[in-house]
């Protein structure tokens, strides 16, 4: 899938004018729009494959609450003597006739649709891609008003769902900054987070299948189910920041002679030296030096490359290359 044909009937250049990190968008499909990329038929055969699946994977919330990992899951002991919890189907089926919803977690390569979805936007140019699927029933609330550290995505597969816009957006928020924001099964587990932040309504939407939601970085949200019963896949998309650019910086600086020296000394009352402000202001301009070396941008880049390479694999393994003799291999 390219991403002109996902973001249709917007081109990607538009898209990348005026929305990318600017404002939300709605985008309506053909019901088939994903064709079997996010069949119900697809997530059926992830969901088979019981040993797969963790706690942290497979998620209920309920009234706005994360169900206990030990109302709905088992324990088992792994071959190398962890003891983890498993979800149990009968204990997940009594959560889900309560009203419960699923969270299935990190399900990116869990399909091939998925796969190519997020090989999509890695192409496209974001520096990563992960998705979430949301399963819900008609009233159930689970994604109470929030905001994301990171771009949002939302594919409607199956059902309808109700999405509320509000006007506030946090300006660009991180993991673990103080401003409320938490991932929605944090939030679950510890509600009590104060609405007041999300400010007016800005707009009110129905997701159908085939529609595509476009949400910025740190813009408020919250969702409920309007069928009986509602399937979302949510793409988290994280954009390269200057964050990244800090984290190559430090690398280059610890190989810098300058950085490694020591600090001049304090005087014993802990009064700065005049040689203390000199080599500070020397330092920062090292910095700038190193942010404007080509060779910063390239290895930036190479970061970029790295992470949209992790645990893709373009060409994925074979049975017939892992049993392949090194002659074979040679040849």
Known sequence: ???????????????????????????????????????????????????????????LLFSGRRVPTE??????????????FRPDADRVRFWIAQGASVVLNGVETYTIGLRVIQRMFLAAGFAESWANIYISQKGSKALEAHCDTHDVWILQAAGQKIWNIWRAREEWPREGEQT??????????????PDSRKGELLSQVILRPGDVLYLPHGWYHSAMAETEASMH????????????????????ALADSLFRRPLPLHD?????????????????????????????????????????????WQAPLTVAELSASPDQDAG
């Open 1 to 59: 899938m390219q991403f002109d044909n996902f973001l249709a009937p917007l081109t990607a250049a538009h898209f990348l004018d005026s929305y990318l990190d600017t404002k939300p968008v709605h985008l309506t499909g053909h019901p088939h729009r994903f064709g079997q990329l996010l069949s119900t038929h697809s997530i059926d055969e992830a969901l088979a494959t019981a040993d797969i699946w963790a706690h942290q994977d497979l998620q």
């Open 71 to 84: 109302q709905y899951c088992y324990t088992v002991r792994t071959r190398a003597g962890d003891v983890i």
């Open 180 to 193: 409320g924001q938490r991932t929605i099964i944090e939030r679950a587990a510890h509600p009590g987070n």
């Open 233 to 252: 896949v949510t793409f988290g998309v994280r954009h390269p920041s200057g964050i990244d650019l800090l984290q190559v910086l430090f690398g280059r």
């Open 268 to 312: 014993r009352r802990g009064t700065a030296l005049p040689a203390t402000a000199g080599h500070l202001a020397a330092l920062g301009d090292r910095l700038a030096e190193l942010a404007r070396d080509p060779a910063t941008a390239a290895e930036l880049e190479n970061l970029t490359q790295v992470s949209t390479r992790r645990g893709l």
